[in-house]
């Protein structure tokens, strides 16, 4: 396996995995031989220690039933967006492995599909035939968030889907007052719903579409944090000139809450003398903002969704699903929670 310079493999095995990919079980109890394997294969990662202590949680969990996940106990949810106009970058991909990466971690995560891809919703292996009750019900009929809300078949992840429904919503909504702010009324209600009667969550994150519409302005309403995921590529700082403006608008006028926590480099190949390039271009424009962890190019990353899975549960020892951990364990000691933004 190549080593990228700054330390993530860059590549894996495209084929012959001796374990082969882990199969859809759940964590329960009964998923003894599924877990055994994801814990075989944490454990031959060279990235995690066996003496560390969020292994030996992880372990735990993944042999115990949900219900004992660890909460962020009185700490306030963190509301995430996963935004970048330009398309391909890794929005979802990183939005469902980092929930997925914090799950199993021990946090319970509510993923919002904005985008009418829904490409979040089928990587949960969640249906997303037209006229599925999704989040478009809840923008354009004033639908609660409550009665969209899916179960994953993982315990404490839960999606709100998205259909191709949704790519009318901009337009249904352009006469409509506060259409902006649709997303974050619902979230608001949820969560304090939540709050009173269960389910807590921990994390929620919300995937954008690829364009800085009405979409994503209620996706950037609707949040405190933008998580920025920038693909190692050239032009990759391109656009995000007009990503920040957009942000600064949004903060300027309808969400005085909104800042940018972070930018996750994505994609990273380091056989490229390319991708360290942007790397050291990124943290040098950036200094504050991008992650010390380094999403690889990963075929596993690639490979999860047309299976109706995430990386970590596709093949957990692989450099991507490892990378995803990373990020996870990074990001959630980064950056302080505020909550659902309060209404203007
Ligand atoms: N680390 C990775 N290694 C290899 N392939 C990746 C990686 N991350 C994402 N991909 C692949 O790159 C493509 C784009 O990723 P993704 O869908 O996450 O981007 P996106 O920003 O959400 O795209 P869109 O703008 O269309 O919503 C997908 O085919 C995905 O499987
Ligand atoms: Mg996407």
Redesign the pocket.
Known sequence: MASGRLGWPTDEAPTGDPAGPVSMTPLTTEAVDGDERLTAHLDDSPSVSVDDPELARLRELLRIAGDDLRSRDDEPVRVIS?A?Q??????????VNLAMALRLLGHRVLVVDM?P?G?ATTAFDIDHDPGTPSVYDVLVNGKPLRDVVQETQWSGLAVVPATVDLAGAEVELVSELGREARLRNALQQYLHECEQSGPRYDFVFV?C??SLGLLTVNALTAVTEVLV?LQCEYYALEGLGQLLSSVNLVKEHLNPQLRVSGVLL??FDGRTKLAPQVVADAREHLPELVLDTL?????R??EA?SHGQTVLTYDPRSS?AQ?YLAVAREFREKGLSTGVPQSQ
Not at 86 to 95: E, L, P, R
Not at 295 to 299: D, F, G, L, T, Y
């Open positions: 996963l970048n330009k398309g391909g970058v890794g929005k979802t991909s990183t939005a985008d891809q490409n995937d579409p690829p995921p994505t994609m999403v690889p190019r990963s075929v990353v690639s969704p991507g990378a």
